[in-house]
């Protein structure tokens, strides 16, 4: 070959190599589009890029329409210091917004000195009527009102310091309030939406007055629906919507608003162990908060029915087993001279059915009867001696006939007249009561003779200490069979087996008062 065949040979390799690549790219490529077309999923639709844009347009839009009905509440009252400091303890979870404003003078303990809390509300009429909780404007620690309420609105320039505001009505029960301004002209409203409707995960804006700083908006979500936090009476008709939307001390009365801009919610309280946001909120519902509201304007007060019997809001299945019903709940105690005693309803009834609604949850019980009118005859089924029976309650005035049973054993750990039974399969040490001590019970609870063993200990991990009996119960009763001394008890014990049902009727003192209440499970 001649060198100048030589010198362009390179040249040739590298035009061939590059024509053959265009070549293998060429078919590859087209091999891919034709995968493409017959594979993958060809009817699903693309996924469409998030719009922080629009949602953040949403909130602002929800947030200028809400803002003007709602205001800056602050109460004003002199308050005796009887301690040098006043503190909520740590483990507390619920404590009050506003006891942590205290402030206290350098007289110390016995100094009369004024008291300044901050809270939120919301006007729901145009003639300055405003919704707010019932603890922003009582003094706190006392069922007392603050000696001055004054109402800042929203970007009024008009009266910075704000107005004078008067009580028209509080309900404690569900911690909400009605006050009323004088503004001299047609205020803006917020409109109320229905809290059933909402759900778990639906987005919500929290807004008021946290620390003072009023028109202060939030964002979270609905966390959770029907959160009981407090139990017992107190917490009855208090079902609250939880939220994680940050809300603070001066939230209170406040709205929780929706996508829509509707109250939702009346922001109450915060689960929280450093007194600030720690990411659960709660507010009541707005279902609830109407009917408070309306009673309120209506009456100057809420009157709510009641039939004079106590209950643990769940029953297990054990517990309705051993009364031979299927559901219902198990009448705990019977307010003496009450609805329910005067129509013969006694303890250890199972109540399953009102005006021929099913009963399955103490709250079911609480929302027909609340709802009725005063005076009202219900028609209440019932489980006795395992056997289906009928009578009819008038409702009666639950501020009237709710009453507490006063009185008990003064002293816990008193021994009885003979020995005490130890440990054994249900894990618990009782004692005889005194004579004194079970006339006394016998009295207060309206037994019909001397009855019950007083528990000076529990074992821990027992079965006993696990269905929640304390010392300083009152055992009553084990399976439906009514305890007079340590050696019944002892008897009806070693009769139990692995498998076995328990039913114990404890009566507990909280505050020298007396309550009764069934505990039940099987035995492991």
Do not use: C
């Given at each position: 070959?001649?060198r100048?065949?030589?010198?362009?040979?390179?040249?040739?390799?590298?035009a061939?190599?590059?024509?053959?690549g265009?070549?293998?790219?060429?078919?590859?490529?087209?091999?891919?589009?034709?995968?493409?077309?017959g594979?993958g999923a060809?009817?699903?639709?693309?996924?469409p890029?998030?719009?922080?844009?629009?949602?953040?347009?949403?909130?602002?839009?929800?947030?200028?329409?809400?803002?003007?009905?709602?205001?800056n509440?602050?109460?004003?009252?002199t308050v005796r210091i009887?301690?040098r400091?006043?503190?909520?303890?740590?483990?507390?979870?619920f404590?009050?917004?506003?006891?942590?404003f205290?402030?206290?003078?350098?007289?110390?303990?016995?100094?009369?000195?004024?008291?300044?809390?901050?809270?939120?509300?919301v006007?729901?009429?145009?003639n300055?009527y405003?919704?707010?909780?019932?603890h922003?404007?009582?003094?706190?620690?006392?069922?007392?009102?603050?000696d001055?309420?004054?109402?800042?609105?929203?970007?009024d320039?008009d009266?910075?310091?704000?107005?004078?505001?008067?009580?028209v009505?509080?309900?404690?029960?569900?911690?909400?309030?009605?006050?009323?301004?004088?503004?001299?002209?047609p205020?803006?409203?917020?409109?109320?939406?229905?809290?059933d409707?909402m759900?778990v995960?639906d987005w919500?804006l929290?807004?008021g007055?946290?620390?003072?700083?009023?028109?202060?908006?939030?964002?979270?979500?609905?966390?959770?629906k029907?959160?009981?936090?407090e139990?017992?009476?107190?917490?009855?008709?208090?079902r609250f919507?939880?939220?994680?939307?940050?809300?603070n001390?001066?939230?209170s009365g406040?709205p929780?608003?929706?996508?829509?801009?509707?109250?939702?919610?009346?922001?109450?309280?915060?689960?929280?162990?450093?007194?600030?946001y720690?990411?659960?909120?709660?507010?009541?519902?707005?279902?609830?908060?109407?009917?408070?509201?309306?009673?309120?304007?209506s009456?100057g007060?809420?009157?709510?029915?009641?039939?004079?019997?106590?209950?643990?809001?769940?029953?297990?299945?054990v517990?309705l087993?051993?009364?031979?019903a299927?559901?219902?709940?198990?009448?705990?105690n019977?307010?003496?001279?009450g609805?329910?005693?005067?129509?013969?309803i006694?303890?250890?009834d199972?109540?399953?059915?009102?005006?021929?609604?099913?009963?399955?949850?103490?709250?079911?019980l609480?929302?027909i009867?609340?709802?009725?009118?005063?005076?009202?005859?219900?028609k209440?089924?019932?489980?006795?001696?395992?056997?289906?029976?009928s009578?009819?309650?008038?409702v009666?005035?639950?501020?009237?006939i709710?009453?507490?049973?006063?009185?008990?054993?003064e002293?816990?750990?008193?021994?009885?007249?003979?020995?005490?039974?130890a440990?054994?399969t249900?894990?618990?040490?009782?004692?005889?009561?005194t004579?004194?001590?079970a006339?006394?019970?016998?009295?207060?609870l309206?037994?019909?003779d001397?009855?019950?063993?007083?528990?000076?200990g529990?074992?821990?991990?027992?079965f006993?200490?696990?269905?929640?009996?304390q010392?300083?119960?009152v055992?009553?009763?084990?399976?439906?069979?009514?305890?007079?001394?340590?050696?019944e008890?002892?008897r009806?014990?070693?009769?139990?087996?692995?498998?076995?049902?328990?039913?114990f009727?404890?009566?507990?003192?909280?505050?020298r008062?007396f309550?009764?209440?069934y505990?039940a499970?099987?035995?492991?």
């Amino acid at each position: 070959m001649s060198r100048n065949g030589r010198r362009y040979l390179p040249a040739v390799v590298v035009a061939v190599t590059l024509g053959i690549g265009i070549l293998i790219g060429t078919l590859i490529s087209n091999g891919v589009r034709a995968a493409r077309a017959g594979g993958g999923a060809p009817s699903a639709s693309p996924l469409p890029a998030p719009s922080p844009a629009d949602l953040s347009n949403s909130f602002a839009r929800i947030a200028e329409a809400a803002e003007p009905a709602v205001v800056n509440i602050h109460t004003e009252s002199t308050v005796r210091i009887t301690r040098r400091r006043f503190s909520v303890p740590d483990d507390s979870p619920f404590g009050d917004f506003f006891d942590r404003f205290f402030q206290f003078g350098p007289d110390g303990p016995g100094a009369e000195i004024p008291q300044q809390n901050l809270g939120s509300g919301v006007i729901l009429d145009k003639n300055g009527y405003i919704l707010t909780n019932y603890h922003v404007i009582m003094r706190g620690g006392e069922d007392k009102p603050v000696d001055r309420i004054r109402v800042q609105l929203h970007g009024d320039d008009d009266s910075p310091k704000g107005y004078d505001a008067k009580i028209v009505g509080k309900d404690k029960w569900t911690d909400l309030a009605v006050i009323k301004i004088d503004a001299g002209r047609p205020l803006l409203t917020a409109q109320f939406g229905d809290s059933d409707s909402m759900r778990v995960g639906d987005w919500v804006l929290a807004i008021g007055s946290p620390f003072g700083l009023d028109s202060t908006v939030t964002a979270g979500i609905v966390s959770a629906k029907g959160r009981d936090i407090e139990g017992g009476p107190e917490g009855q008709f208090k079902r609250f919507l939880q939220t994680d939307a940050a809300i603070n001390p001066g939230n209170s009365g406040g709205p929780l608003v929706n996508m829509a801009g509707q109250v939702i919610g009346i922001n109450t309280a915060i689960a929280t162990r450093r007194g600030t946001y720690d990411g659960v909120g709660f507010a009541i519902p707005s279902n609830t908060a109407r009917k408070v509201y309306n009673s309120i304007v209506s009456t100057g007060s809420v009157r709510r029915g009641a039939i004079g019997v106590t209950f643990q809001n769940q029953n297990n299945p054990v517990k309705l087993r051993m009364f031979g019903a299927d559901h219902g709940v198990v009448v705990e105690n019977v307010e003496p001279g009450g609805p329910a005693d005067r129509a013969g309803i006694r303890r250890g009834d199972v109540i399953t059915a009102v005006d021929g609604k099913p009963i399955h949850t103490g709250d079911e019980l609480v929302a027909i009867v609340s709802d009725s009118d005063v005076g009202r005859k219900l028609k209440v089924d019932l489980i006795r001696d395992k056997k289906p029976i009928s009578t009819q309650v008038e409702v009666g005035d639950r501020n009237k006939i709710i009453g507490r049973l006063q009185g008990g054993p003064e002293d816990e750990g008193e021994a009885g007249e003979s020995g005490e039974e130890a440990g054994g399969t249900l894990g618990v040490s009782v004692r005889n009561l005194t004579r004194e001590q079970a006339d006394d019970l016998a009295g207060e609870l309206h037994l019909s003779d001397r009855q019950g063993v007083l528990v000076t200990g529990v074992q821990p991990a027992g079965f006993a200490a696990e269905l929640g009996v304390q010392r300083g119960d009152v055992i009553l009763s084990l399976n439906q069979q009514p305890l007079h001394s340590v050696e019944e008890f002892s008897r009806l014990q070693s009769q139990l087996k692995s498998g076995n049902d328990v039913l114990f009727l404890i009566a507990r003192r909280t505050q020298r008062t007396f309550t009764t209440i069934y505990l039940a499970d099987r035995l492991p």
